[in-house]
């Protein structure tokens, strides 16, 4: 299989010398290139029914490498099924449009903020509206800034909660069966919010600008004259469903290892789904080096979060107002779907993938080194 790594190992060097990379972009690459080869050590094991030898390199555990997600989306998985609720869930993205997109590549830490917080704006004052809910919701956002053939596009995914807390949380009120909020409102009060969040950095001189300040004003009276995309999908059917979503949407990078389909005379061939031809799946060829460049528009600002928690799920609301909640909808403590816990998947991974009756036992730590040759450090009695 063609991943990342080796599009970065052969051709990374000549992206480097034609584009200056912030240095927690340079970083990235080195990882992805890096991640489990004998660059970054790792260790020998060895089944002690059949006797067969494993070697094991380490991972990078960089949030954007395709090979170092399944581990980290379980983990945080775990930590989410306490907080589910035996109710209706929906699925609401936002975006803005594409004119604010160069913009948005030379402030990315300013415009994905103001992206968070005129979204969870949006959702927490709609839903404590008495004509749309008229409660105190929770939710997960989620920033993605990619299209399926790696272009450009920011936008968040929220998972909400289909009702709320009463204001005096008393009593949890649920919302009306298959309706949420009207998009069209979502869409006029997020675009209200965003443009005013926007233009405050403006005036604080926050923003760099590669246009005139004319030409900033132009762009903000154009995109506040356009309707700004915001959707809700059905209702999840049931807390199954909303983990399987969040399985799938929390750790995703802008592509997976998977849908790389070749790599040859200096091309990148990929699988993507065509969403404006019923989600056919198509294939694109590019350039390796616009493919390198394609892929690290994508890299996070160094430390920003891209999963936030607002309302009942925020840390500040958790241990009290979520457990209101649980209390009144008849949820008994960590009760809920249930996934593998550590220990389980740590003795499925210690199982002999071979023999499947031995353990894999570890004999020797590998030191990491630049060589593609590793070297014994220390030995496991």
Known sequence: MIEVADIFREHGSRYRSKVKMPVHVHKAMASIENCR????????????????????????????????????????????????????????????????????????????????????????????????????????????????????????????????????????????????????????????????FLRREFYKNKLVLKKSTQEFYTLLEEIKQKEWVVYCKKPFKSAGRVMAYLGRYTHRIAISNHRIKKLENGNVTFEYKDYRDKNRKKYMTISAVEFIRRFLLHILPHRFMKIRHYGLMSNRNRNAKLKKAKKILGVKLNEGVMSKSKAERIEEYKKCPYCRRGAMVRKYELKARSSPLPIISKMVL
């Open 37 to 196: 080869t004998s660059n970054l050590g790792g260790h020998v094991e060895k089944c002690d029914e059949c006797g067969v030898i494993r070697i094991s390199y380490n991972s990078c555990r960089n949030r954007h490498c395709p090979k170092c997600q399944h581990h980290a989306k379980e983990l945080w998985l775990e930590d989410r099924l306490k907080d589910l609720l035996p109710i209706q869930y929906y699925h609401v993205v936002f975006t803005f449009p594409e004119e604010l997109n160069e913009l948005c590549l030379y402030n990315k830490e300013k415009l994905y903020s103001i992206l968070f917080k005129a979204s969870a704006e949006t959702l927490k004052e709609l839903s404590k509206d008495n004509k749309y809910i008229g409660a105190e919701i929770g939710f997960t956002s989620i920033l993605h800034t990619w299209g399926q053939n790696l272009t450009y596009h920011p936008h968040i995914h929220s998972v909400v909660t289909g009702g709320g807390l009463s204001e005096d949380g008393s009593r949890w009120i649920h919302g009306k069966k298959d309706f949420f909020i009207p998009v069209r409102v979502l869409s006029k009060v997020f675009r209200g919010k965003f443009l005013y």
